[in-house]
C-alpha cells in the first residue's frame, strides 16, 4: 500500500486502529488479525533488540529492524522514530524509505525535555519537504508528559499540522479532553489505547480518528511471560 492509500484510511470512513509490533512475528499476528497497518513501538523495538526507550537505539540498527518488519507483512507499516536520531531530514527521509515503511512518528520531547515547539515544527516541516507525499507524518506532542496543559497541546499541534504533519498525537491526553483538543487542533487525532484500558472504544467515542498502542502490548506480554515462568 502507498503513503496515500496509508494517508486515505485516516480520513474513515472507519477510525483507523494500528497496534504495534516490535519484530517480524508480532506483526504477522496483528495483520493476520486483519488490522489494515501496523505501527513498530520504539521502545518495544530497542528492548527486544537490546537497548531500552529513550533515542538510546543506533539508527542503523533501528532501520534495519523496522525493514524486516515491513517486509514481512504485507500491510502498511509506519514506525516510531522517537525524536529523529539526530539525522538531517533528508537522510532520515532517506533511510526511512528504504525500510518499506510508508509513514513514521516523531516526538517533541528529548532527554525528557519538551523541545521548542517552533524548532520541531522546522524539522518537520524539512521531513515533509524531503518526503513529498511519500510518507504520512504522525507528530507526537508531549505535552501531557510533562504536565502541561491543553492550550499548550493545541498550539503545539497546530503548529506541527502547519509544517505538514499528516495527524497529531498528543500522548496521554486526558480522554475527557480529546473532544476540546480534536476540534482545536483539527485533522486526525491520535490517542493511545491499553490492554486495561482506555480502549479504542473509549478514544474514538472521544473524537479519537487513529489509535495506537505504544510499548502497552509488549509491556502486558512481557507481564503474561513473567507469571509463567515457574
Known amino acids: 500500500m502507498t503513503a496515500a492509500a496509508f494517508r486515505a484510511l485516516h480520513h474513515g470512513p472507519q477510525p483507523l486502529i494500528i497496534p504495534n509490533a516490535w519484530d517480524p512475528v508480532s506483526a504477522r499476528v496483528i495483520a493476520d488479525a486483519g488490522f489494515p497497518a501496523i505501527a513498530t513501538s520504539s521502545g518495544a523495538v530497542a528492548r527486544v533488540i537490546g537497548y531500552d526507550d529513550g533515542q538510546l537505539t543506533p539508527p542503523a540498527e533501528m532501520f534495519a529492524a523496522v525493514h524486516r518488519i515491513a517486509a514481512a507483512v504485507g500491510v502498511p507499516v509506519t514506525a516510531d522514530l522517537e525524536a529523529g536520531y539526530d539525522l538531517p531530514a533528508k537522510e532520515f527521509v532517506d533511510r526511512l524509505l528504504e525500510t518499506g515503511a510508508v509513514g513514521c512518528n516523531l516526538e517533541d520531547s528529548l532527554n525528557d525535555q519538551l523541545q521548542d515547539p517552533a524548532r520541531q515544527a522546522d524539522y518537520l516541516s524539512e521531513v515533509r519537504a524531503a518526503a513529498g507525499a511519500d510518507l504520512v507524518i504522525n507528530a507526537r506532542v508531549d505535552t ?19 509544517a505538514g504533519a499528516d495527524c497529531i498525537y498528543p500522548i496521554f491526553a486526558p480522554t475527557s479532553s480529546l473532544p476540546d483538543l480534536a476540534t482545536a487542533i483539527g485533522g486526525p487525532i491520535n490517542a493511545h489505547a491499553k490492554p486495561d484500558g482506555p480502549t479504542p472504544a473509549d478514544l474514538i467515542a472521544a473524537g479519537a480518528t487513529r489509535i495506537t498502542y505504544g510499548t502497552s502490548l509488549h509491556n502486558a506480554l512481557m507481564q503474561v511471560l513473567r507469571e509463567l515462568l515457574p
Open 144 to 162: 501531557f508528559l510533562f504536565g502541561g496543559t491543553i492550550e499548550d497541546a493545541v498550539t503545539r499541534g497546530r503548529e506541527y499540522r502547519r
